[in-house]
Structure formats: C-alpha cells, structure tokens
C-alpha cells in the first residue's frame, strides 16, 4: 500500500550521465536529471507547455488540466494520445471544451510556473469546503518526514528536483518527483481522477515552498493538509486560514511550524523522543523508532 | 562598490510576523517573506501578473519585457507608472509595440514561472556570441560565496526567497532577491538597462537551480559565467555547451562542479585552504581568509 507509485531514480530515461570538472579541475561524471517541453492540447486546443521529466505524461497532463479547471472532476475522457517525437500530449473528452478566453489571462506565479488561471482559482476558493473533522497526529508526520526522506529518489540520486506525496495516516501512497514542483502535485490529481482516489483522510507533503499557489492547488483538490519541509509566504499563510487549510512548513527532525489550521494536529509524539532517534540513526545505532 | 544594491531584511514591508505553534504546541511567532501579484502592461497592452515581494517593481517590470525581448535595449522608456494600490505597473515607450501574437503562446518552465517566450528566447538564442576573453578564477568563486552567504539578506532572515547577484570579479554588485528567482534575474536586468550599467567582466551567482530557463535568461543577457549552490538539469548543461556559457553548479565550501564552459576557468585556489578557513570560521577561531 505505501509508495504505490515512487521516484524511479534508476530509470535510465530520467537522468543523464555528464562529464565536467570538480573543485580541483579533475575530471568527474555525475548524474543530472532530464527535462524536456511537453505541449499539452486539450481537444482541438493548445493549451499550455511545461517542462517535465516525462515519467507519467498523461497523469501531468490530465492533472494540470483538472487543477485549472479546464476538465471537470465528471468530465468524460475518451482518449489521451502522448506522442513523444513531438513532444505532445492530446486530452480529448466528450465535452465541448474552449478557454480561448481563459488562456488569454497569464498569471505567472512565485512558485513554479502554471499560474495560468490563478485569478480564476481564487474565485472558485471561497466554494470549497475542506472537511473539518480531518485529524493530523505529530506521531504521523514524523513517521512520513522518515519514510519519505529514505526512499530512493531523484532528489537523493541527483537533485535539483521537487516531490511531492499523498498520504494517509502515517502512509506515504503516491510520491510523485519532477523539475517543477506544481508537476508533482499534478501528476497526483491526474493518477487520483484515473485511479479513482477517494480524497477521504489524505494530507500532502511537499519539498517546495509554501506559496500562495501551493496552497490555491491543495485547497482546490479538496485536500486540508499540506506540509513541507521548506518555509512560508504570508500571502500562502493567509490563503490556507481563510480556506481553513492546516499548513506546517519548516518540517525538519523534530522541528516544525503551524500557521493555520492549527486545530486539527494532535501532539501525540514526544519531539524529544525523535530528535534522540534521529541521532541515534545518524550515529548508526539501532533504534525502534 | 560591493553590493550597492543589496537585500532589505529590516524592511518592515518585505516580511510580516506570524503567529503560529511549533512542534511541542508552544505558540511562537516566525517572519514571513512578503508576496503579492502585480500586473505589468507594455504601452496598452496586459502582459503577466507576477507574484513579487515588490522592493524593486520597476526594475522587475522593465527587466522582465527586456528578457522576453518584448522592450529592446535602445528602446526609449517614456513613462513606468506604478500603482500599488491596484498593484499594476505600466511601461511606456516610443515605440508602439503589440505582442498578441506572442501571448498566444505559452510555456510553463521547470523553474520559476516566466516561461511565456521560451520558444521565442530558443531561436533568438543562436545569435548570441558570449565573450570567449572572460576569465573565473577559483579564489573569486571562493570570495564571491563567502561574501553573498554572510550578507544579511531576507534568505537569512526569513527563508522561502530566492536570490540572484551580479558580480565582477571577486566583487558582489548587485544583489536581488525575490519569491521567485527569475524574478531576481529580471530586477537586475531592470537595473542594468535604467543604470547603463556594462556588461564587461560581469558574472551570475544564483541560488536557484540550472535549468534550461535559467542558462537561457543568462545567455541571452550577454553573461558567459553562471553560478549557483543548486544542481543542474541535462538540458539547461546542453544548452550552456550549445552558447559557451560557463556553467558552475553545487557551489558549496570548496566543493564545486563545472559541466559547461570549462576553459574559462583558472584554478588558482587552494581548494584545501578553503576548507580549512570554513572550519575555522565554525569553530569562531579568527582566520585571515
């Protein structure tokens, strides 16, 4: 059940071996992660080109387009044609579909692009009603911080890449890795509406900052929390209290911060007891926790 | 000279006090990195929103329409009007420009946003000749690190901001930081068009990730040598051996890897004497390096 989808850092197709200098002009090989143009259409339409590592084409693409609501959580799909020499992606469903008029409207974000329809989220905010009975033990979120920061990984294996993971409880399921961290989280809407995820009892936890946009995308997938091991920005602080949206940043060991939402976390866990554990795992001791 | 724009920490408008719990359920109050959108217009023309901390909104809006090639280099600027209160900022020039066609297309990049030309920045880039005399030396490299990480910046104080300096030699000019890092790239472009300030000799240190995004804004601004602590991807290395830029990236103590450019660089620091120098600034005993 956990990890059901996970970083492929031994996928050859991801990464590339290249050949350059270290400090002291030796020469040296490491291993940098791949990234290439994908143009997503949408029907007859031309909607949008991101940059991806192109692991799962159609669930970034289908995730990008539920997350910008060009397709409707009921829309039927009736195919996804992912042509790789060409670098496209066609989404073709039985709806009639045409946002010439959205796609006029650019929104580029401090996060990492895919702003495109950013006003229009904030309109469709105010309507989503995140459920209020969700429950986040600490005891949860260091056994994910645990899990997740050991798994093998792009990140691990080369860097410069986010991730981004659905959880339950203290199970980490679909932990999903690309150039951009708004990728990651969209390739997870597009697996949940292929998949058919029910939405009930998930968190996210995310690597990449807590911007206005992060929070705007978390909100509008119906999710009430979201944690990352990088910081805030105010305006992503305010989004997640006026939403009621639980945001923890700065998830580190057994340190992290609550800015909103601060009702649903049970202290459970003793953070001394995991900042000992930590260390005893660093100094190679065993340990139970 | 060093740092004769540098980052505002104290500003009380950049950051803003939040209130939170920490991982034992103590209240306590963290600072948080301002962001808010701002639109910026071309003559009549809607271009983007962009998400800023909005220290600098003119230099922003006239290097960003300079490094999607929308304001040229001898273009006149009549007028930039801000208005903080709709957060618009207008760019006025003499010469009458329309850009419909190119806001059709658009292109969302692994980094931070801004992406809307990209394929535009593509065929443009071959034209480019980066000035083949430019020298690194590794002591700079080694100055240029110690001096950008001790300055007092928003980075230090807040977390969740990028940061891009213009550099010459072992000297820090221009230091901006932002929410997202393209946007620290454009306020410097902004402030070397306003500024006439030369190209000659000059240098990027970023803290972002290299990206083909990042190699291109470089590029195509007419700098050879690009720096940061962050990693790479395979196709922001290919495009930097494609246009002969200099690319240095995971910067970090002594340690360094260059994949692109590499016959600019003139090793003539003892990388074992930068280690030892770090070591003995941690350990607070008094060093001459």
Redesign the interface.
């Known amino acids: 059940m956990e990890f059901s989808v996970k970083p492929e850092p031994e996928n050859p197709r991801l ?2 071996e ?8 030796r020469e ?1 090989q ?1 291993r ?6 994908m143009t997503i259409f949408l029907n007859g339409q031309e ?6 590592i192109r692991d799962h084409p159609e669930y970034l693409a289908l995730g990008y387009l539920l997350n910008q609501r060009m397709l409707l959580p009921d829309d039927h799909v009736t195919a996804v044609d992912y042509d790789e020499d060409i670098e496209t992606i066609v989404v073709r469903t039985e709806r009639k579909t045409d946002y010439e008029e959205k ?2 409207k ?11 329809v ?2 229009d989220l904030m309109d469709h905010i105010d309507s989503v009603q995140l459920p209020k009975d969700a429950v986040l033990k ?1 005891s949860w979120l260091y056994a994910l911080s645990h899990k997740i920061n050991t798994q093998p990984s792009l990140y691990l294996t ?3 890449i986010h991730g981004c993971v659905l959880c339950e409880a203290d199970h980490p399921l679909i932990y999903m890795e ?3 961290r708004h ?1 990651a989280i969209d390739k997870i809407a597009g697996y949940m509406f292929r998949n058919k995820v029910s939405l009930d009892g998930k968190m996210f936890y995310t690597t990449g ?5 992060m929070v705007l995308k978390t909100v509008q997938m119906g999710i009430p929390v979201l944690i990352s091991r ?8 305010e989004l997640a209290r006026q939403t009621g949206l639980t945001l923890i940043g ?1 998830a580190k060991g ?7 939402g ?1 009702e649903r ?1 049970e ?1 459970d866990a003793d ?1 001394s007891e995991v900042a000992e554990a930590a260390r005893r795992r660093r100094h190679g001791g065993t340990s139970a926790a």
């Open positions: 990464t590339r290249m050949r350059g200098l270290d400090q002291d002009g040296m490491i940098v992660v791949e990234e290439r143009p909607i949008v080109t991101v940059m991806t796609l006029r650019k929104t580029l974000t401090s996060g990492c692009a895919q702003g495109t950013f006003g600490t080369a860097g410069a690309d150039v951009g990728n900052r807590l911007t206005s946009e990088s910081g805030f920005t105010a305006w992503g602080v700065r057994k340190r992290f911060i609550a800015l909103a601060e976390i202290f953070a």
